[in-house]
């Protein structure tokens, strides 16, 4: 997914805590590397994860695989609900608690790097506490 100006201009104020043209890069390059890497036949979970997350910040309208257009869904809980103050930090403690979970047990526990890459995002983006999410894909 691509994305333009206008999405990055209608993200929620309180959304983001790091500025918007260093979230928008990050965005963009996740959504290509993750569109390339399809291409080739490989699902990359980590940038998958990283623009998934992105998406659902900047509330960015998606297409389903039947061609509707929708809100995003919420990267770690799944939720349909927008992303704003409250539940972006909900999101952040879900991805937390899932971190801790072994591997097997986690609800994305087939997704190799997925896990951690929502919550870098998160945790860039959101709490401003970690860099910018790493991208290169777990093996």
């Known amino acids: 997914m691509r994305f333009d100006e206008r999405e990055i201009e209608k993200i929620r104020p309180g959304n983001l805590r790091v500025p918007r043209s260093e979230f928008a890069a990050l965005w963009d390059t996740a959504e290509v590397q993750a569109s390339e ?15 998934m997350t992105c998406r659902w910040l900047a ?10 257009r929708q809100m995003p869904i ?6 349909e609900r927008p992303a704003f103050e409250e539940v ?9 608690a899932m971190e801790v979970r072994p591997p097997r047990e986690r609800l994305y526990g087939d ?7 929502v919550l870098a995002t998160l945790r860039w983006a959101w709490r401003r506490s970690g860099p910018v999410p790493d991208l290169r894909p777990v093996n």
């Open 59 to 68: 509330g960015a309208v998606v297409v389903s695989h039947d061609g509707q």
């Open 37 to 51: 890497l399809a291409a080739s036949g490989y699902t990359d979970w980590v940038s998958g994860g990283v623009a």
């Open 88 to 96: 972006i930090e909900a999101e952040y403690l879900a991805a937390v």
């Open 111 to 117: 997704r190799t790097g997925y896990v951690e890459a």
């Open 74 to 79: 919420a990267p770690i809980t799944r939720h």
